[in-house]
């Protein structure tokens, strides 16, 4: 993974959403709600009922606000979990095949403002997406996840931040996906917010979370098959994140 550099809050682009929400009182009353993953000022996360409210709107995207379980909460169509409000934006810069692209993260919540390393957005229009890898070690019966490696990947063009700097036909590939002439500012951030909220159509519920976003586990080996058909190798809990009610992530 590229080296993060924190820089400046961009407050200015900052959803408060305090003025916007309906009473709760008026949301209970409502028939229509959705199922989603929520995640709590505390860190944890829950499967419950969320009642959309309405889309609110910055310079960079649209977002669904709802209500859930007496708290202001904004979907993340992206990661597909409800964060609560209000969401601001960090810039920082990252390194991506050699080379530091400029942009910013997403901070959700105001007690416990949690900073969504999962997720960059580059000034040159890319979403970037932090990627992962855990491996399962240790001895049988006490095995854990270890994080093995973990990079950015760029949702448009397939590249991964560890690779080699790119070449002269790799540079003119990526340049052939920018939007605009120099891809600044003015250019990406209309496009990130196409089509993220739609009054007209209501965010479909989603199925419980089953690992944090980002996360994945490596391809087990032989030997790792084989102890888990035979009943030897990991025995810790099933469901550690199977529902993802009650799980807490590492920040």
Known sequence: MGKTRLV???????IAVTALAAPASA???????????????????????????????????S???????????IFDPLAKIWYPAPVQYQRT??????????????????????????????????????VKKYKRVG?????HRRLKSSYYLNLTTGEQSNWW???EEELAYYKSFLPGANAQGGDAFPKWAEGQADPAEPP????????????????????????????????????????????????
């Open 27 to 61: 949301a209970k009353e409502r028939e229509n709600y959705v199922l989603g993953t929520v995640r709590l000022e505390s860190g944890f996360y829950t499967y419950t009922k969320v009642y959309p409210m309405s889309v609110i709107s910055d310079q960079f995207f």
């Open 8 to 14: 400046v809050l961009f407050a200015t682009a900052a």
């Open 63 to 73: 977002y669904w606000v709802g209500l859930a379980d007496k708290q202001q909460v």
């Open 93 to 130: 810069s990252v390194i991506f095949r050699g080379a530091p692209v400029d942009g910013f993260m997403r901070m959700w919540g105001r007690t416990i403002p949690y900073i969504d390393g999962t997720f960059f957005f580059g000034v040159d229009g890319m979403t970037y997406k932090l």
């Open 139 to 143: 001895p049988t019966g006490k095995r």
């Open 165 to 167: 700097p790119r070449t």
């Open 204 to 251: 479909a519920s989603t199925a419980p979370m089953e690992s944090l976003p980002g996360d994945e586990e490596e391809t087990p080996s032989l030997a790792e098959v084989v102890e888990q058909a035979t009943g030897t190798g990991d025995t810790e809990a099933h469901g550690e994140r199977g529902t993802g009610e009650g799980k807490k992530d590492s920040e």
